[in-house]
């Protein structure tokens, strides 16, 4: 019987392969396992063992062998141990190496199992609806938080396939939003609240500020952390690092190491000592200012930045240094911090002490401090029209009208008011009316009457008796009326005048006589 078939024949510790067709001659009763060597290896993965003899001395592809050991076309070896048709998968291992956050990164490995084959292609699906063909070491990042089976599948170069799964889980690293305070000593110590988000997710392993760790710090909540700030100067990143990876930087987690303030400036550099005065104050390491101090009263302070501070003047007096205090001490005193309290004006005499209700008055005032005087007060009204001196020692000012009566006078200046003095006082007279001439005149009236007195400027009618004169005018000095009398009947009246300030009459001695 003759069987013909095709054979893969593979040398155990070679790489050749020879396809040949073989016609053997089998033996009624004799199988080909038989004459391999006892074994038989169709197909698949076999081992041919043992020896093997072919009729004795076997002639295969022009190359012959006698007895013991049968080589085929050269170059393979039939007998000993030998593997007959063997093509396996590639057998394959994947792990994750590190996960940061949504970053993830991933190590495979590989073993071919058909000799001489190799691998060619790896193949990652990473389960979110994405995959790559990449390296055998390759890094992924996902979008959005939870658990992944992530698949490799290797390809050798004999179109073999193998893969392996790995699960886990990523969370989102950690997010800072905002921290109090945002500055603090450069010798550390602050302790420093983070909002986030993030925190309570995974573990919190590390706070740093830049490169620095904190020394300590709680988790009083899922958004919230405390760390205690390390040493540490300038500006710098808080960051918070967890098992899901590390906080990204932004500009709510700056924080500012501050040194001691140094005050270079002051303006303005004076001012009342009254207090009120808005002071500028210019240097360095001024942010987070807990105090400012004129001499050793505390001031207020409304706004503050990196070099600047604002602040308000508390009461004072004579020349003080302005000192500024944060967290790491008080500033040092320098020429350019003083700032001097000016005196308020003061008043020591005023000539002359009275004038008319009319106002007007020429007034001289003597002091000191009344250089940029901008009011003179007499009572409640103050004068339109005064000259200062330029020494600062004397002002002349004119009366504005007021009623009658004694009224304190002071002078107001950018630093302040003048004491409210029993000697500086101003005497307001009311009108007078001193004479009347003609003294009578027709019931028919048109009489003209001059009337005589002082302080008759603001004078706004005239009377006879109880009847208006037909008209009047006043001279500028305010010392004569002249009234046109209105028609009467026979009979003496007294005469009178109206001002803002109410009416006053004339004596019995200066009546009129209407005949």
Request: glycine letters at 14%; charged letters at 5%; aromatic letters at 6%.
């Amino acid at each position: 019987m003759r069987v013909s078939m095709r054979v893969k024949v593979v040398a155990v510790g070679g790489a050749t392969v020879l396809f040949v067709g073989l016609l053997l001659p089998v033996l009624m009763g004799t199988s080909l396992g038989a004459l391999l060597g006892g074994q038989s290896a169709v197909g698949s993965c076999s081992t041919v063992g043992g020896q093997s003899t072919v009729g004795g001395q076997s002639t295969v592809g022009g190359q012959s062998t006698v007895g013991g050991q049968s080589t085929v076309g050269g170059q393979s070896t039939v007998g000993g141990q030998s593997t007959v048709g063997c093509e396996t998968p590639p057998r394959v291992t994947v792990q994750v190496l590190d996960i940061n956050g949504l970053h993830v990164y991933f190590g495979s490995q590989a073993t071919v199992t058909t000799p001489g084959a190799t691998i060619v292609d790896y193949h990652w699906d990473w389960g979110d609806g994405t995959a790559t063909d990449g390296p055998a070491y390759l890094d992924h990042t996902f979008t959005h938080p939870g658990t992944f089976t992530v698949a490799v599948t290797v390809t050798d170069s004999d179109g073999q396939t193998g893969s392996a799964p790995v699960t886990f889980t990523v969370a989102a690293p950690p997010i800072v939003t905002s921290i109090s305070p945002s500055f603090g000593p450069e010798a550390g110590g602050t302790p420093v609240t983070i909002t986030g988000s993030g925190f309570g997710m995974t573990q919190v392993t590390s706070i740093n500020f830049g490169t620095s760790p904190a020394p300590s710090f709680q988790q009083p909540s899922t958004s919230t952390l405390i760390a205690t700030a390390p040493p540490g100067v300038g500006s710098v990143d808080i960051t918070v690092t967890t098992t899901s990876g590390t906080s990204l930087t932004v500009p709510a987690d700056r924080f500012t190491y501050v040194g001691v303030p140094v005050v270079a400036s002051v303006a303005p550099a004076s001012g009342p000592g009254s207090g009120g005065t808005s002071v500028t104050i210019s240097g360095a390491n001024l942010q987070g200012a807990l105090a400012v101090a004129f001499g050793s009263a505390p001031a207020i302070i409304t706004s503050d930045s990196t070099n600047e501070i604002v602040a308000t003047s508390p009461p004072g007096s004579l020349t003080v240094d302005v000192t500024v205090v944060n967290a790491s001490g008080p500033s040092a005193t320098s020429s350019g911090d003083r700032f001097t309290y000016l005196a308020a004006p003061t008043l020591s005499s005023i000539t002359p002490a009275s004038g008319p209700s009319a106002g007007g008055t020429r007034v001289t005032l003597h002091g000191t401090g009344l250089l940029n005087t901008h009011a003179v007060i007499f009572g409640a009204r103050s004068s339109t029209r005064f000259t200062v001196s330029p020494t600062g020692t004397s002002i002349v000012a004119y009366t504005p009208p007021a009623p009658a009566g004694r009224v304190s006078v002071v002078v107001t200046t950018p630093n302040g008011t003048s004491p409210v003095s029993p000697v500086i006082r101003f005497s307001y007279l009311a009108p007078v009316i001193s004479g009347v001439r003609p003294a009578s005149g027709p019931t028919s009236g048109g009489t003209s009457v001059r009337i005589t007195g002082a302080g008759l400027q603001i004078v706004t009618g005239v009377q006879f008796g109880s009847t208006a004169a037909k008209s009047f005018r006043v001279n500028s000095s305010g010392t004569m009326i002249t009234a046109v009398t209105p028609a009467e009947s026979a009979r003496t009246v007294r005469l009178s005048v109206t001002t803002p300030f109410g009416t006053v009459t004339g004596p019995r001695s200066d009546s009129f006589r209407f005949h």
